[in-house]
Every structure is written in structure tokens, then in C-alpha cells.
């Protein structure tokens, strides 16, 4: 009951919630979720390549404009893999030569093992499709565009019927289904988007800007369609501005400028604490406490970082991590300065985008 | 239905079923060709009607005799119609289909699917080939005939029905030809402009001495074969190497045109 009342007061969709302490909305989630996951049964019988995108020195030219210069890609096979990059640095390019939508002008490109241009129509059904801004015939309703792409699909299991029914649910669009999408609000555009690339039951699953038209609830409902996805085993490429979405789901990141990958890693890598910076954030006034931690044998250096109400953050360089983890708060609170909190810094993604940006800008 | 795996088997154009169901259910919810129909339908029925007022000898019996010049009138009435109008409304419908799904993305998202591309330009031009013959020929002369049986003696059901024949050839040829131009030029204005210009600039032909073998082969002669079969009792070769050699023509376009659409950028 708890839980039903959760889900109804904090999503649009109940069933939506994936939120692993709520068995019930998993459990739901789960359900809808496994008519259309069936890239997890594939795997057991046909021999899949551990990597499901790579991508070699690809490069593309309009005429004196190389929008890809050489890029190298990546992605494990399972994995959430954000793509990400400012306008114009290729994104796109590279998405419509992995779709066959566009030629390289040299280099390769392989989905799960298979070079690209030995895709023949038929062995598209491996992969999903959701473009930057989705448009479908405005004449057919929500569930027919989902019947049209699910009949295009005649190597899938399950009945195009079924596989609509639970693409709606699960993209919480089953109330317009029925609604020419003319009509469609760009978020519900996005949605049907999500749906109709899940029809062919794909095995990865290329989405480009998938929560660029929705709002806060809608962004986390996608968000927990892409963790749900990667638990049946597949492959999700998201290309996106909104590095926030990236920091919570992606397992991988590539970031493109000016047509070249210019960082690439999982995201436990890139995130990983930086040992010898510390956080201290303590309630103000903490006068000479600068003075006092710069003192410390271990601190090599401090630096205020920006001040909040009642509050000081700083973050100290120390020479001996292990040690500064225990000595660094029994120093603060000696010093009756009131500690709210003293950890290691981590790396945001927003700063290892501009820092990779900027690199890229200047190399 | 769904197809399980195990009956599911490579098709030589895959997806074009389905494509050729998404372009006809199109074709039935577009006011547009329904506006075509009635509007054809309703000059066909006035050709028949004023034939009729015009008779000024009413026999005995039921249906009326008319006179060879008054029927030739009638069956040039309905060639002329569905030849020249009916070009101008297959153009009109056709017009936009490529283009319309190019700028909004909607042929790249379909491309991306278990299809080809040549699926996808054939169920278009297949798709408004039917649409055209049912709409702009078939159901109009239908009617138009119905009337024509009901209310005239000695209407020459023969030559109507090849003469509708050469009709239809026109209708697909222009379809064919219409959407294979929405390959290479991506907006309305000089799809539209080529298609008129090469339908009806070969009218000229007549007047320059140097180029009447032309008339043997051009498409744009296709209404007046068809008017020739209607209307006259004597047998002329064009009327036969016209659409023959419009299917040519149409079969060697579209086959160019998808030949670039393999390889263009969505």
C-alpha cells in the first residue's frame, strides 16, 4: 500500500518507479519490460561480440569540412555508453554513420562485430533508433506508429500486439495511444520515441537526445527505462547535453570535440576520487582556520572554494591521504570549528567536460 | 499477425508490405485525393449528362442512340478529362511525398529499420500508382460508365476499357516518375516545376517538323493514345508504343533514382 502510494504521488507512472527498494514497482517494471528484453535470450544462443560499437580512425568530410577527424570508439556490449560532446563536434555524424544513414569518408564502424556496411536491411532489427527530434506521420495515432515499426520487425517473438501494449505501458503513453501524434507534446513525441525503438527487441539500442523535451519527472523516468534496459542485457549509446542525466546512469563516456574523441573511460575511472584533495566544509565563522590547516605537516596547500549562507568549503592538497583522513577532522574540531563534512574530492563530470573540451580547443 | 522466427525468412524487398499498407491507409485518410475523386467524378457525370441533353431525337426504347460524332464527343470528354486533369491531380498529390518525409526526418527513421531503400521508394511509387488509377480512373470511369450503359446504345466497351488501360499506364508512370523526383531535389517547387514542364512541354513536339518521331515514345503523349483508342476505329502504332515505351522510360528512372537514394545522406 506504502508502496502503490509512493509511486502514484512521485511519478506519472506507477510502474515506472525502478526504484530497487520498491520490490512491487520493480516487479512491475520487470513484467513490462520482459516481452520486449529479449536481447538477453539472444545472447544465450547466438555467439555476440563483447563489444557492441567500435569505431576506427572514422572520419567524414563535407567537401573542405571534416567533421570527423579520426575518432576511436569503444563500447562494452551492456553497458550504458554516454556520448557526449557541445554542438557541432560530431555527435550526430558519427550516430548516422553507425545507422547507415550516412557513408564514412574513411575508417570503420562495426555494431557487435559486424562492419557496418555489411548491414543489410534485415540485420538492423539489432538495433533501436531514437532520433534528436523525433517526428512520425501526423495522421497515425501513438499505437499504430508502434504497429507500423513492430510489422517491420517479423523476426521478433512476440506479437506486434503485445509488443505495443507493453512499449505504451512502459513509456506511460498508454492514455494517447489512441491520439493522432500530430497532436503530441515534444515530450510525448520522446516517448513514443523510446517506444517504437524498443519494438524490434533490439540488442542495443542508439538514442539521440533522448530527455532533451522532457521535464524533471519525465528525464527520471527515462533514466530508469535506460538502467532497466541495461539490466536485461542491452546496450544503450546515448548521446546528450545534459551531463547530470550522464553522471547518474552512464557506465561509459565518450566526449567529442571539433570531430575527435577527446576522453573516453568508464565513468568509475574518470569519477574516481582525486587521493590527495580533500572537501572540508565547516560551519562559519571559522577564523584562521586556513591558517591553521596550512600548518599541518601533510597539507600542502588550501584553497577556499565558493562560500554558501552560513557555511565555508576548502579544499586541502595533502601529501599523505591515509594519514590526512583521520588527522584532517581531529585538527578541525581541536580548533572548535563546528565540521559538517571532510572527504576526499571527487571529479565532476561537468569539469572533466569543459577541462576536456577546452584541451580539445586548444591542441 | 506475428511471425515467429522460424517462418520468418529473407524477403528480396524487406518491409515493403508493411510500407505499401502505411502509404495506402495515408492515401484513405487524405482529403485530398477524396477531393480529387469527387471532383473528377463529378465532371465525368456531367459529360455523360450534357451528352444526354444534347440528344434532340429521343427513340422508343430505353437507352437512346446517339450519333458516332456526339459518343466520339463523350469518349473524348472522359479521355481529355482523365488524361490532362488527372495528370495535373496525380502531380499535385504526389508532389510532396518525398520531400514532405525528408524534411521531418521520417524517411530517416524509417530507413533505419529492417527496410531498404528500395522498399521504401517503390512502396511510394507503387503505393501512389494504385491510389491514382482507383481514385483518378477506376472509380470515376466507373461510374461515368455505369451512366453511359444506362442511358445510350452501342457504347464501345472494348475501346473504353483499353483506352483506360493506356489511362492507368499514365497514372503510374507519372507516379513513378514523380516520386523518383523527390530523390534528387529535395523541395516541392522544382519537383513540381520538372514534372509539369516534362508533361506538358512535349506538346510542342507537333510543331517542330524534326521531332515528330518523338510523339511515338514521349509519356506526355499518353492521354492522346488513349484518346485515339477511345475515339477511332483505325489502328495507329502509337497508341501501342507509347505506354509501352512509357513503362521503359519509368521502369529506367526510377531505377536511377534508386540507385542515388542508395547512396544519399538522411
Redesign the interface.
Known sequence: MHRERHCERTLRAPRLCGEPRHALCTEELVAALAALALAADRADSDPVSDTAIRCEQLTKSYGAVRALDGVDLSMPAGSIFGFLGPNGSGKTTTI?IL?????PTSGRCSISGVPVEQY??????E?G?L?Q?????R?MTGREVLH??G??????????ADRAREALHLVDLEGAADRACGGYSAGMRQRLGIAQALM?EPRLVVLDEPSSSLDPIGRRDVLAILRTLRERGISVFYSTHILDDVERVADYIAIMNAGRVVREGSMRELMSADEGRFRVTVEAPANGLVQLLEALPFVSRVEADAPADDRIALLVDVSDAAHAKRALPRAIVDADVVLIGCAPERSRLEDIFMESVADGDNA | ?????SR?R??AL??FS?LL??ELL?AR?SKRMLVFLLAMTACLVLVATVGYLRIEHFGAAGRHQVSGNGMDTMLGSWTALVGFLGSLMVIASTVDAMSR?RS???S??I??????RL?YLGAKAVAHSLIAIAMLVALPTAIWLAMMLALFQDVPLGRIAVAALILCVEMGFLSFFIVALGVPFRSVPPIAMIGLGVWFLPNFVPAIESLRWSYHLLPSYLPLAALSVAVADDTRAFMYTVPLASIGIAAALFAAAVVMFE?Q??
Open positions: 548516422k545507422l547507415g544513414l550516412a557513408q543489410h536491411a534485415e540485420s538492423r532489427s538495433v533508433y532520433a527530434d523525433p517526428s512520425y506521420p495522421w507500423f515499426v510489422r517491420l520487425y517479423p523476426r521478433a517473438a512476440t506479437p506486434v524490434g | 499477425m506475428a511471425t515467429t522466427p520468418a529473407a524477403s524487406p518491409g508493411v499498407d502505411k495515408e485518410r518525409e521531418l526526418g521520417i530517416a527513421w530507413v533505419t529499420k529492417p527496410v531498404s522498399s547512396r545522406e538522411l
